[in-house]
């Protein structure tokens, strides 16, 4: 036999059969895989944010400046009963989907909550509060003028807030990470003299009513499982009327943007 000869091992053919099986498997399996991959590094890159909050508070105005996308008048006026999407992409890759779910409480809002908080969880909220200068809106999204006192926006907030709360808990407990929660007081331009009063008052720990709520959510949550953070801004400083220059109001809504990339991990 020369000395160049090949050895090589022959299988029986039922052998040969098992291994092409498993190789096919394998592949498959890697093929099957990759969608699954691809979600998650897509969902890293631009994860979810569902964007809570009583009807009237400018939660779609605060979710087009996060977007940087001019608001429309008409729905800023009367609200939508459906949930809205939005999306912020940066330079580099990365960005979020926001999704805006509707303040009326109707049964598209409650349907927006399931979704968001149970049948695809969201991967951080923001909860928008106003300080109690909601913008007054008739029932069902009906246009024409309401009124409503500053303790009647303020109570109705802290209603709307014990809906959202148990529905964070419940899905905070589901989770194998933590979830992480921005409450975004807005219309800080409202009340540009008393910023900081007004943040401790929604803050966890503050002893106010709204504080009180936060806590029981931290403990029915865990606060292992639980980031808060409290940050004004402002969708309006700087137009007429308002005593917020607009340097500072753009400044609070990055702020919160650099907030959500360090929550989210990109920074």
Request: positive net charge.
């Amino acid at each position: 036999m020369s000395r160049t000869a090949r050895y090589r091992t022959i299988l029986p053919r039922s052998s040969r059969a098992a291994v092409g099986a498993t190789v096919a498997t394998g592949v498959l399996g890697g093929l099957a895989a990759a969608p699954e991959r691809v979600r998650g590094l897509f969902r890293r890159r631009f994860p979810t944010v569902a964007v809570t909050g009583m009807t009237g508070v400018g939660k779609t105005q605060l979710a087009d400046r996060l977007s940087r996308r001019s608001t429309n008048g008409g729905a800023a006026e009367v609200g939508s009963a459906v949930m809205e999407r939005r999306t912020r992409r940066s330079r580099r890759l990365h960005g979020f989907r926001f999704l805006v779910v509707p303040g009326d409480n109707a049964a598209t809002r409650l349907g927006a909550l399931d979704e968001v908080f149970h049948d695809e969880p969201v991967d951080g909220v923001i909860h928008v509060v106003a300080n109690g200068h909601a913008t007054p809106r008739r029932t069902a999204g009906t246009t024409g003028a309401a009124s409503a006192t500053r303790e009647e926006q303020l109570a109705a907030e802290l209603e709307d807030w014990t809906i959202t709360a148990h529905r964070i808990a419940s899905m905070a407990v589901r989770r194998d990470k933590p979830v992480w929660l921005v409450i975004a007081v807005t219309k800080a331009d409202l009340f540009a003299d008393d910023i900081d009063e007004v943040v401790r008052y929604y803050s966890p720990g503050s002893g106010t009513p709204f504080g009180d709520k936060v806590d029981e959510l931290r403990a029915l949550a865990g606060g292992a499982r639980l980031s808060i953070d409290v940050l004004p801004v402002s969708s309006q400083g700087g137009e007429r009327g308002s005593t917020l220059p607009p340097k500072q109001a753009a400044a609070m809504v990055d702020a919160l943007a650099t907030r959500l990339a360090q929550l989210s991990g990109h920074v």
